[in-house]
Structure formats: structure tokens, C-alpha cells
């Protein structure tokens, strides 16, 4: 009686348990960094836009963070912010409303020569002329 009671019941947890699907390595890691990148995502035309803060949000080292983010995205987080940053000042240069140096702010630049020398090394080509190309296409 009791003993085949116990028995059963815990074949039933084991069979339970082989069945239940753990997340994977890598749904884990982003659930780890997830806070960070919305961080990201909610600020990084904020020149105060930073590692350390997506890291701490994120509940872990700024290494570590670093370091999953890589794995997850294939880049530093350095560089996927700029990228970022980029994609925008490409969207504010085509619409031809704004000045270099006013979008090289607004998109977290406070240097206007660190916001060329960054669109040239993402664009292959400098802001003005980017913002050529459209200002001929209107």
C-alpha cells in the first residue's frame, strides 16, 4: 500500500521533471542583461547613456555584463550603442532639418569630431556628405 504509493508518486515527479523544458543558455543570458538593453533602448541619445548603468540595472558586474552581451549580440555594447546613435543621426541627416553639430548632440554626442570620425567608421562616408545624398534626392 504505502510504499507503492511513494513509489508512484515519485515516478511521477521524475516524469514531471524530464519533461519540464528549462530555458536555453542563451534565453537565460538575455534575461540577465534584459533591463540593460531596455535601458539602452529608453536612453542612448543620452550622452550619460552608460555600461555601468545598464549593468547595474541589470543586477551584475559591468564586466559580466559586457561579457553576455557580447555573447548575445556579436558586439560590445560600446559599439552597439554607437551603432545605435548612428542609425538615428542617419535618420535626422536625411530629413535635412537639423545642423550637423545639433544632431551630433541630440543623438549623444558631445564632440563634434568624435560624431564624424564614428559615422565615417559606421557609414563609410561623413555626415555632410550623407546629408547630401538626400538633400539631391528632394
Known amino acids: 500500500g504505502y510504499r507503492l504509493r511513494a513509489h508512484r508518486t515519485l515516478y511521477d515527479i521524475f516524469v514531471k521533471l524530464s519533461t519540464y523544458e528549462t530555458p536555453s543558455r542563451r534565453e537565460m543570458q538575455f534575461q540577465i542583461i534584459s533591463e540593460g538593453v531596455r535601458y539602452f533602448t529608453e536612453n542612448y541619445t543620452a550622452p550619460d547613456c552608460t555600461i555601468a548603468e545598464a549593468a547595474r540595472l541589470s543586477g551584475i558586474s559591468e564586466r559580466y555584463f559586457r561579457k553576455v552581451f557580447a555573447e548575445i549580440y556579436g558586439s560590445s555594447p560600446t559599439h552597439y550603442l554607437r551603432g545605435m546613435r548612428i542609425r538615428r543621426a542617419c535618420e535626422l541627416l536625411a530629413s535635412g532639418r ?41
Not at 548632440?105 to 555626415?127: A, V
Open 98 to 138: 537639423k545642423n550637423i553639430t545639433d544632431i551630433a548632440m541630440e543623438c549623444g554626442f558631445d564632440d563634434q569630431k568624435y560624431f564624424s570620425r564614428t559615422f565615417r567608421e559606421f557609414m563609410n562616408t561623413t555626415p555632410t556628405a550623407y546629408a547630401r545624398l538626400f538633400r539631391n534626392t528632394r
